[in-house]
């Protein structure tokens, strides 16, 4: 709940002094001076709602960006295991949409920042547009998938052994996980998925070991290869970036900043 308070228009007066009051009776100026305390009130009111109510559509429109970035990357991964060409070319041309959010969710969270907030609503407004910033992010790794896959339904499959589905799976977890922990506030959550982000890191370094092997040995498919590494990349860049999302409820929830520790 907000605080906000407003200068009376003139300052209180004993009742001793309001006869000093060139041209107002007592009465008169007691029921102006209702009337002032009323309104101001209401003007408090008014504004304590409309902060509330602006900070409810700054959070809805992060948790709408981050519902078509969780999408977007499904329908990247998607597309690369189904080879779906006509999915992968869809999945790319809307990135520009995660683009349109990042720029109305910081023009309302600047609007924020520039009227009376509590030290949490602050906290929030900042959270909002750092997320909403990874969110942009992760909408562009996976548009760099559904460009690769794109590549890649147009040339034979590579018989390689790499396990990018699971890679898949344990990012697209985090980021779901992460989005959770905001929704719920939940900072015990957002801290347990951090340490997944190892387990991702180490699967694009042997599936990268692998796919080099693989060229070695085989240099007609160094350009299916390519692609396949440009993918296991973005999906570790989307796997840091649900990791970023997951500090920044830490410090949402904690006021305690966990970067780089």
């Given amino acids: 709940m907000l605080n906000v308070t407003l200068p009376h228009s003139f300052p209180r007066l004993s009742p001793a002094r309001l006869s ?108 909002t547009m750092k997320i909403s910033q990874n969110l942009e992010r992760i909408g562009d790794e996976a548009a760099k998938v559904a460009k690769r896959t794109r590549d890649l339904c147009q040339e034979p499959p590579i018989k390689v052994n790499v396990d990018l589905p699971r890679m898949a799976s344990l990012t697209l977890n985090m980021l779901k996980r992460a989005l959770d922990s905001f929704v719920h506030r939940d900072s015990a959550a957002a801290r347990a998925i951090i340490p997944g982000d190892a387990e991702v890191d180490a699967l694009n370094k042997d599936i990268t070991r692998e796919l080099v092997r693989h060229m070695t040995a085989n240099p007609e498919a160094i350009p299916g290869c390519l692609n396949l590494m440009i993918v296991s990349k973005s999906l570790e860049r989307i796997a840091d970036h649900a990791t970023n999302v997951a500090e920044e409820v830490v410090y949402l929830c904690e006021a305690q900043d966990i970067r780089h520790t």
């Fill in 20 to 127: 000093s009051v060139p041209g107002l009776g007592n009465e008169k100026l007691i029921a102006q001076r209702a009337c002032t305390s009323d309104s101001s009130a209401r003007v408090d009111a008014s504004m304590e709602q409309t902060h509330e109510d602006k900070l409810g559509e700054l959070t809805a429109s992060l948790l709408t960006m981050a519902s078509h970035a969780e999408r977007a990357v499904n329908h990247a991964v998607q597309a690369l295991v189904n080879r779906d060409y006509d999915l992968a070319i869809a999945t790319n041309q809307k990135d520009q949409i995660l683009d349109r959010f990042e720029v109305e969710i910081d023009e309302m969270a600047i609007n924020l920042l520039t009227s009376l907030l509590s030290p949490g609503d602050v906290r929030l407004v900042t959270v």
